[in-house]
């Protein structure tokens, strides 16, 4: 008999699936000791830049907040990248099945 269709699409290598989904499972891991140490190490320069300016007494709450906001956005975002940049260059091109189906219909 012939090939299953899912045989037939499944051309890529498991091997990097398997090493992408690694790489996943390493960074949401590790993503709670990152946002830890990125906030503190926020937190310890506003503190600095806020002793060090001579007008000001308390601290900015919306300030914290903010810069709380920003770092979780920023990883996201850097997740949602690399993601978006790894699965465009596993996913097959579509190009030569496009001009494959217009020249032979």
Known sequence: MGEDATEKRS??????????GGVLTAFFTLLPFVFVVIAYLFVGVYAIVKAASAGSDAPNAVT??????????????????????????????????????????
Request: glycine share 18%.
């Open 64 to 105: 914290i907040v903010a810069g709380f906001v920003l770092l979780t956005t920023v990883l996201v975002l850097g997740l949602a990248g690399t993601i978006a940049i790894v699965g465009r260059s596993l996913t097959p091109k579509r190009r030569g099945r496009l001009r494959r189906r217009r020249t032979s219909g």
């Open 11 to 20: 051309s890529g290598s498991k091997g990097i699936g398997v090493a992408i």
